[in-house]
Nanobody, 117 residues
Framework: VQLQASGGGLVQAGGSLRLFCAAS????????MGWFRQAPGKEREFVAA????????SYADSVKGRFTISRDITRNTVYLQMNSLKPEDTAVYYC???????????WGQGTQVTVSS
């Protein structure tokens, strides 16, 4: 499966952005789609995930209540709605996919999100 992330940009603290992850190729209903981020000088960290089939979601504690992950099966697209953004949300955001029970083996190219204070 190929993943293409987009939607990043520059926003002031308190603002919102919506990220998109378009999936193509051999996507399967058994896949789990995820968003990760990596800030300068830091390790890549998990942000949110959603199961492709039933839409079950999970979030990192740092984004709970502010970010929402969703998917549109008809468009083969996963979204990350980010509200109440903080400067510490600044990072390159990556979408990823894995089969159920596996590792995240498929990665998109990343999109930059910058939140100014």
């Amino acid at each position: 499966v190929q993943l293409q992330a987009s939607g990043g940009g520059l926003v002031q603290a308190g603002g919102s952005l919506r990220l998109f992850c378009a999936a193509s190729g051999r996507a399967s209903s058994s896949y789990v789609m995820g968003w990760f981020r990596q800030a300068p000088g830091k390790e890549r960290e998990f942000v949110a995930a959603i199961t492709w089939s039933v839409g079950a979601t999970s979030y990192a504690d740092s984004v709970k209540g502010r970010f929402t992950i969703s998917r549109d099966i008809t468009r083969n697209t996963v979204y990350l709605q980010m509200n109440s953004l903080k400067p510490e949300d600044t990072a390159v955001y990556y979408c990823a996919a894995r089969v159920a029970g596996g590792e995240f083996d498929y990665w998109g190219q990343g999109t930059q999100v910058t939140v100014s204070s």
